[in-house]
Nanobody, 120 residues
Framework: QVQVVESGGGLVQPGGSMRLSCAAS????????VTWYRQAPGKERELVAS????????AYADSVKDRFAISRDNAENTVYLQMNSLKPEDTAVYYC?????????????WGQGTQVTVSS
């Protein structure tokens, strides 16, 4: 069955670093673009970073540019989000979404989310 599972979240101090992982199975992961989203309580969902299926192109929200880096290892069916210089405003549940074209329709697979808390 299809699975998308985020991991690596937890509590980290301001200025610290953390790496999130998104592990996928049950579908053609290497044909899917991946986007990290985040949502804090009482706030709208925010796009954080995206990467193309082959990993050749990435995009970032202005709020995380120069601090976060998205990458992927298609041999391991995994996407990563390296987060550096973390700030309290980065606190949120982080979600991984895989998107691909299947029979001319977009197909999305979402993970369950992982909590990231940046606090001293």
């Amino acid at each position: 069955q299809v699975q998308v599972v985020e991991s690596g979240g937890g509590l980290v101090q301001p200025g610290g670093s953390m790496r999130l992982s998104c592990a996928a199975s049950g579908f053609a992961f290497s044909s899917y673009a991946v986007t990290w989203y985040r949502q804090a309580p009482g706030k709208e969902r925010e796009l954080v970073a995206s990467i193309t299926s082959d990993g050749d192109s990435t995009a970032y929200a202005d709020s995380v540019k120069d601090r976060f880096a998205i990458s992927r290892d298609n041999a391991e069916n995994t996407v990563y989000l390296q987060m550096n210089s973390l700030k309290p405003e980065d606190t949120a549940v982080y979600y991984c979404k895989c998107r691909g074209l299947v029979w001319l329709q977009w197909k999305d697979y979402w993970g369950q989310g992982t909590q990231v808390t940046v606090s001293s």
